[in-house]
């Protein structure tokens, strides 16, 4: 990058940390650090939702998912809506009134302890799993223009994340998100105006659409339906999206305290609803132009010669090995083939791969998270570049803060209140709540460290783990709501039964992610109702 892109991108990030600690002042107890004192009107809230989904792997790892497989990645919202809805009308009314400060108090009233501890405790896990992989995603930037190792990188920007979080709590993440999504929304508009205003003076944006439509980019709805019947391993669509997407966002923002504890800090029921409705109707749109600015660069590319592969840390590297001369050989060769000779260049890229497995076993060489960056450092003026690299980080530290002190409050109130200190001052509260915080961060760090060798593209990885609990968590929150023969022991075992259960249809590969979503939810309620009936047998006997 060039010193006026650090200008921009040091001044751009300074500006947000130091806006976030001017409005981090607030009264220090859990109400403050965790809920911002319930005083956030439903704009602040929508942002501060907008801002906790939308992390760095949103806007770097979705264009790149659209460039290799197309638009039908936005199926997977499609679900979304109808499931604010149901939040609104169930969950919202029911956490406000008991006034909780997570989602998991709840199931306590509603069953015992153990539940409680159980589904907050699987929370963490996905969560904090989760959480790490988002970390990753901004130290795979830095990595890539700095030339530094992956492993560094990942303590330096959890290290920042850290601090940025344990100083200012709930109101620190939601008033940063806001100045952060007018950023980065900009910056991404930008992003899209220059790939359009880059490609030749005859090839407009709908000449663009078009020519992405001709290669099967803008496969928007698709039926998951083959020669064989019903594709169930096909893992986007529309069936699979408004379902499985449905389930999957019903558990996300009703169970998941990084979404819950957003829509708790709202002054009152009506400013939360309000906030978690308009959600629904801006992040189906919200989601469709990032992933239509990977359609555009697939496009762009039809008249500039893509790179032979797309992450350049990771050729310098293979070139280090005895492989070099055959990566240079291959370069030479993909070089001289036409652009428009599809079937030639994808030989190549693919022979190219393989020596990269070769020349760095063990790792990854899927390089679909490097292609908006790629373009980004390629084509975009000075000043720019640094204003997107923001972008992506803003985005990341948003994201990560909101889960990082979700994390904290679930530990806090879930586990250390209930089983190791019930009697701590609200003054003892915010710095306990600070040191967890801190452990959290740096777990996620642990987590970063192991999350270059996925295999997936990021955003995709992200979306896997969550389905891999999110489903059982939603099962034991309906059986606390519509299913009230099912009594705490019942719930409390069928959800570890339904749990084993869903990992062992994961590691099968027989359906697609998103219906696990689905399958976990019916399983815990099926699983209940026999258990239940089988403990009221064990009684009467």
């Known amino acids: 990058m060039s010193n006026i892109d650090w200008i921009v991108l040091i001044t751009t990030l300074s500006a947000i940390i130091i806006y976030g600690v001017y409005k981090s002042r607030t009264t220090k107890n859990l109400d403050g650090y965790f809920l911002s004192n319930r005083d956030m009107p439903w704009y602040l809230v929508l942002l501060s939702i907008m801002g906790t989904q939308a992390s760095a792997i949103t806007f770097l790892s979705a264009p790149g998912q659209a460039y290799t497989d197309g638009m039908r990645f936005v199926q997977y919202y499609f679900g979304l809506p109808i499931a604010m809805v149901v939040i609104c009308i169930v969950f919202v009314p029911v ?12 199931l306590q009233n509603r069953f015992d302890l153990k539940t409680r501890t159980l589904t907050s405790f699987l929370f963490q896990v996905s969560r904090g799993l989760s959480t790490g992989i988002s970390i990753y995603a901004p130290s795979l930037i830095l990595s890539s223009l700095l030339g530094w190792n992956i492993y560094t990188t ?147 590319y039809q008249f500039h010669k893509a790179p032979i592969y797309f992450n350049e840390t990771q050729i310098e590297r293979a070139k280090e090995t005895i492989y070099k001369d055959s990566l240079t050989t291959l370069e030479l060769n993909y070089n001289k083939v036409l652009a428009n000779d599809v079937v030639a260049k994808n030989k190549i890229k693919t022979q190219y791969k393989n020596i990269l497995t070769k020349a760095l076993p063990g790792e990854d060489v899927n390089d679909t998270n490097y292609i908006f960056l790629k373009f980004v450092l390629d084509y975009l003026p000075k000043g720019l570049i640094g204003l997107l690299i923001a972008v992506i980080f803003l985005s990341a530290w948003g994201s990560i803060a909101a889960a990082l002190n979700s994390l904290a409050s679930c530990t806090v109130v879930d586990i250390h209140k209930q089983f190791f200190n019930k009697e701590l001052t609200p003054k003892m509260d915010y710095h306990i709540s600070k040191l967890y915080t801190l452990g959290w961060g740096i777990f996620c760090i642990a987590v970063a460290e192991f999350a270059s060798n996925l295999g997936n593209s990021l955003i995709e990885t992200v979306n896997i783990l969550g389905s891999l609990f999110y489903g059982v968590i939603l099962g034991i929150f309906l059986v606390a709501f519509w299913f009230k023969k099912i009594k705490a022991n019942a719930t409390f075992y069928a959800s570890i039964i339904a749990e084993i259960c869903i990992i062992i249809i994961y590691k099968a590969d027989i359906i697609s992610f998103l219906w696990l979503n689905v399958i976990g939810a019916f399983l815990v309620i099926i699983f209940g109702y026999a258990l239940q009936l089988v403990l009221e047998k064990k009684e009467t006997v």
Do not use: C
């Open 154 to 300: 990942n303590i330096i920007m959890g290290g920042m994340l850290i601090i940025y979080t344990v100083s200012g709590g709930a109101k620190a993440v939601a008033h940063t998100q806001k100045l952060q999504l007018i950023i980065v929304f900009a910056g991404m508009f930008l992003a899209g105006y220059i790939v359009v205003h880059l490609m030749p003076s005859n090839v407009s944006f709908t000449n663009a659409l078009h020519i992405g439509g001709k290669s099967g980019k803008m496969n928007i709805i698709t039926s998951g339906r083959t020669a064989n019947g019903f594709d169930w391993k096909d893992k986007y669509n529309i069936w699979s999206g408004v379902i499985g997407g449905f389930f999957l966002a019903l558990s996300y923002f009703g169970t998941d305290q990084s979404q819950v504890g957003r829509y708790l800090t709202a002054m009152d029921t009506r400013q939360g609803k309000k906030g978690l409705l308009m959600n629904g109707i801006v992040k189906v749109p919200m989601q469709f132009l990032i992933l239509l600015l990977g359609v555009l660069i697939f496009s762009f």
């Open 95 to 106: 956490f406000n009134k008991l006034k909780v400060y997570t989602a998991y108090e709840f």
